[in-house]
């Protein structure tokens, strides 16, 4: 949308006044995110602006306390096996669902997207007693199973809008050239969906890393989770500390959106190629 | 070699029966190898997914305390009409179970079963259970009548007979604020006692505000981002994806931090002398709807905004040629070309506020709390999984409800921007 040069004077302002509503929204997305950056830097311990002084502390207590460090690791023990797991199992239903059609498809495919759409606290509370009875409550493997069913809808879509564009012959003639099924997966189909299967990690492995509910239900103080660790952080005594954290946080969601990006790219390219 | 030759002379007999009936095997073998490839992860969401959620739902019904630690006792008193007392085989049933259910938690679980229908039930039972005479050969009624005259009422019996059935709709009702009353119809819980009705009006009224202030933020800046050049949208784009990307607890801590009373939101109201003094913003509904809106807007935008970029600018620009005027042509040409990322849009941001928990537990007051809480609540606190159940089961139909408007509306892949 561009002002015209013969645009009426209500029509210029209105078009002003439109893109400073939008610079509004576009700062109330933004400030929330930059605001915690710079407090994390303060020397004061309270999280309040104009910031006094500048100061490496918060980072050194988040990177020699016990508990950060411990939560920070359990969750990089978590997301990952999780993320593995969804992507293997959604990546399998997902070339599944587009190979052929068979009766039950949409309730089926209804139910692998299930997961993103229940509320979480429903599905926590039915791990939690479920799990009780497996006696995986309290352990690494009912948390990254937990997490896995979390991710896996993220899986599914983005390796099904991949696929929506895929040459099924080109299975066929991997296949009359004498390759195994399995070969003609890893050197054929693999290769092209791969942006599809990371970016779907990629959202798994952020839902695992972010998230609080299932794993307060789920986790002893053992498996406590860097989001448990913030969540409680927050609620008790909400220090520079936690803007610590959270700039970390943040850095690696610049990081995330930069993969993602480059996924984007890498997959319209690979279709525009064909 | 011969048993390709055979082959093929019974091809050539039938050459049409043949090939179909192959190419019907063929494509009966592509169909099970498909639903093998999707065999795994239907098995593992069927177990680790649907299983427990209902066997959640289970609860919302389950009554068998008191059946399972007390089976003849239940049993004969599903048979009493609820008049007077009950006969000595029921009196002398209970005694005995009561005596046995000290072993193995059963007291524990009858009482706390018990508690729900009457909440001196507990102290009863253990009253009852040590006055027990050592003896089998008196009259039971006699003995528990003697023990505390409460056995003498109807109204301990009727409570013990409600909690005989293997299910019972207590939960469900008591989650509507509705109980059965001494004869059995649905009525009203006392007002003072009404809560879940106005915790689920709170949740609806919270989700369906967030959802259109959403709308009305995301709608304007989604069309920004479809009409402008691509190189200046990307960018744009930029401040819809990163906090979309940043960890909610980062960005509800931000809030707690710009809302405070010493926070620059307060600071900066003050500084251009609206208020004198800082205002509550935060641990209140204002602080829900801000984190709220913020982590959910990108939710709105991002369906809106891949609508959008679909539909042509040219429509609109031939309704201003023929004489419509520029807001005319808006409202009557473009905007019902975007109703399906609308619709998409209202209902997923729509779906995932009913189910908010961790941002209203942290930036809101007592009176913020969403039905999450109390099934949280219910689970962790009280222990009391029947009504947990029953608050979630309701929320889950809501929502189910909703996901299936959304199936048929919206088309999955578009969900996700990849």
Not at chain 1, 42 to 68: A, D, K, M, N, V
Not at chain 1, 133 to 139: D, E, F, I
Not at chain 2, 3 to 31: C, V, W, Y
Not at chain 2, 237 to 248: D, M, N, Q
Request: proline share 5%.
């Amino acid at each position: 949308m561009s002002l015209q040069p013969y645009a009426s004077p209500i029509e210029r302002i209105w078009f002003w006044v439109f893109r400073i509503f939008c610079g509004l929204i576009l700062l109330f997305l933004m400030v929330p995110v930059l605001v915690i950056i710079p407090l994390s830097f303060s020397e004061s311990s309270f999280l309040t602006y104009p910031i006094q002084g500048f100061s490496l502390r918060w980072y050194e207590q988040i990177f020699s306390s016990g508990p950060w460090m411990d939560s920070l690791k359990n969750s990089l023990i978590v997301a990952p096996l999780a993320t593995i797991l969804a992507m293997i199992f959604g990546t399998l239903a997902a070339v599944g669902l587009n190979r052929a059609d068979f009766p039950g498809k949409g309730l089926i495919l209804a139910l692998l997207i299930s997961p993103m759409v229940v509320p979480l606290v429903i599905v926590a509370v039915g791990m939690y007693f479920f799990f009780a009875n497996l006696g995986l409550l309290n352990s690494y493997t009912g948390l990254v199973i937990a997490h896995a069913v979390l991710g896996v809808p993220f899986v599914v879509i983005t390796v099904n809008a991949t696929l929506q564009n895929f040459d099924y012959n080109q299975i066929r003639a991997g296949a009359s050239l004498g390759a195994s099924p399995l070969r003609v997966f890893f050197t054929v189909v693999l290769p092209q969906i791969i942006p599809g299967v990371a970016s779907g990690g990629l959202f798994a492995f952020a839902t695992s890393f972010d998230e609080v509910v299932v794993a307060l239900f789920i986790a002893s103080p053992t498996e406590r989770t860097l989001p448990i660790q913030m969540f409680s952080g927050i609620r008790e005594n909400i220090s520079p500390a936690i803007a610590a954290m959270a700039t970390l946080l943040i850095l690696m969601s610049v990081v995330l959106l930069l993969v993602m990006e480059f996924l984007r790219r890498r997959s319209e390219k690979l279709s525009t190629h064909r | 070699m011969t048993s390709i030759t055979a082959n093929h002379t019974a091809q050539d007999n039938q050459p049409i029966a043949g090939l179909k009936a192959q190419l019907r095997r063929a494509e009966r073998m592509k169909k099970i190898k498909a639903m093998l490839l999707v065999a795994p992860l239907a098995l593992f969401l069927m177990i680790a997914f649907v299983m427990p959620i209902s066997s959640m739902l289970w609860r919302s019904i389950d009554n068998t305390e008191v059946g399972s630690v007390m089976p003849k006792t239940a049993d004969a008193i599903l048979h009493w009409d609820g008049q007077g007392i009950p006969d000595e085989a029921v009196f002398e049933a209970f005694a005995n179970e009561l005596r046995e259910s000290r072993a193995g938690g059963g007291l524990g679980r009858i009482g706390r079963r018990l508690n729900y229908e009457d909440p001196t039930f507990r102290s009863l039972l253990t009253q009852t259970l040590r006055g027990l005479p050592a003896t089998t050969e008196v009259t039971w009624t006699e003995e528990l009548i003697g023990i505390n005259a409460r056995w003498n009422e109807t109204s301990t019996w009727l409570a013990v007979q409600r909690t005989a059935p293997t299910v019972t709709d207590r939960y469900l009702l008591a989650a509507l604020d509705l109980e059965r009353a001494e004869q059995g119809q649905i009525a009203k819980v006392a007002p003072n006692q009404r809560l879940y009705v106005e915790v689920f009006k709170r949740t609806l009224v919270i989700a369906g505000g967030v959802t259109l202030i959403c709308l009305f933020l995301g709608f304007p800046l989604a069309y920004l981002l479809a009409t402008l050049p691509t190189s200046k949208s990307n960018l744009l784009l930029i401040c819809v994806l990163l906090p979309f990307w940043t960890s909610l607890l980062v960005r509800t801590a931000a809030w707690i931090v710009l809302l405070q009373s010493g926070g620059l939101v307060n600071s900066g109201l003050m500084w251009t002398g609206i208020i004198d003094a800082p205002i509550q913003l935060v641990f209140n509904r204002i602080g829900v709807f801000f984190a709220m809106v913020h982590v959910l807007l990108p939710f709105m935008i991002l369906p809106l905004y891949s609508v959008m970029k679909s539909v042509p600018s040219t429509y609109q620009r031939a309704a201003v040629s023929l004489g419509a005027h520029p807001f005319a042509a808006f409202w009557q040409v473009y905007v019902p070309q975007t109703l399906s990322g609308i619709a998409a849009g209202t209902i997923l941001v729509f779906i995932m506020a009913l189910g908010y928990y961790i941002t209203p537990a942290l930036v809101g007051g007592p009176s913020d709390q969403m039905v999450s809480y109390y099934v949280a609540y219910y689970t962790n606190t009280t222990n009391n999984w029947g009504m947990a159940a029953a608050l979630g089961a309701l929320l889950l139909i809501v929502t189910l409800l909703l996901y299936m408007v959304y199936h048929k509306l919206v088309n999955q892949k578009q969900l996700v921007r990849s």
